[in-house]
């Protein structure tokens, strides 16, 4: 089970940190993911972690503004948001994938579990 947390509404320029925590053994041994959808639009890719943390990867969109970290003693994966712009206003969803793939982590089949979303709103 994946719970998202840390929405909320913020003016443009602003930061949010979203938190996902989840549940059972195997957190440590499986990529996280963030992904988005906007009113009106697909579902689309954020940012992504390796099990280990060593390895990340960020949509074009909010590289440089988003960091996406993970603790495995905590079983918490989180997006720190910085910068945030109106177009960033969405649904966020955490979900997880067995196998890191790289760039290629962005393809949303790969992911099996998905968190319920937590609403972030940027207001211009």
């Known amino acids: 089970q994946l719970v998202e947390s840390g929405g909320g509404l913020v003016q443009a320029g602003g930061s949010l940190r979203l938190s996902c925590a989840a549940s059972?053994?195997?957190?440590?041994?499986?990529?996280m993911g963030w992904f988005r959808q906007a009113p009106g639009k697909e579902r689309e890719f954020v940012a992504a972690?390796?099990?280990?943390?060593?390895?990340?990867y960020y949509a074009d969109s909010v590289k440089d503004r988003f960091t996406i970290s993970r603790d495995n003693a905590k079983n918490t994966v989180s997006l720190q948001m910085n910068s945030l712009k109106p177009d960033d206003t969405a649904v966020y969803y955490c979900?997880?994938?067995?196998?890191?793939?790289?760039?290629?982590?962005?393809?949303?089949?790969?992911?099996?579990?998905w968190g319920q979303g937590t609403q972030v709103t940027v207001s211009s």
């Open positions: 059972g053994r195997a957190f440590s041994t499986r990529t």
């Open positions: 979900a997880t994938a067995t196998t890191w793939y790289g760039s290629g982590s962005a393809l949303e089949s790969l992911y099996d579990y």
């Open positions: 972690i390796s099990r280990g943390g060593g390895g990340r």
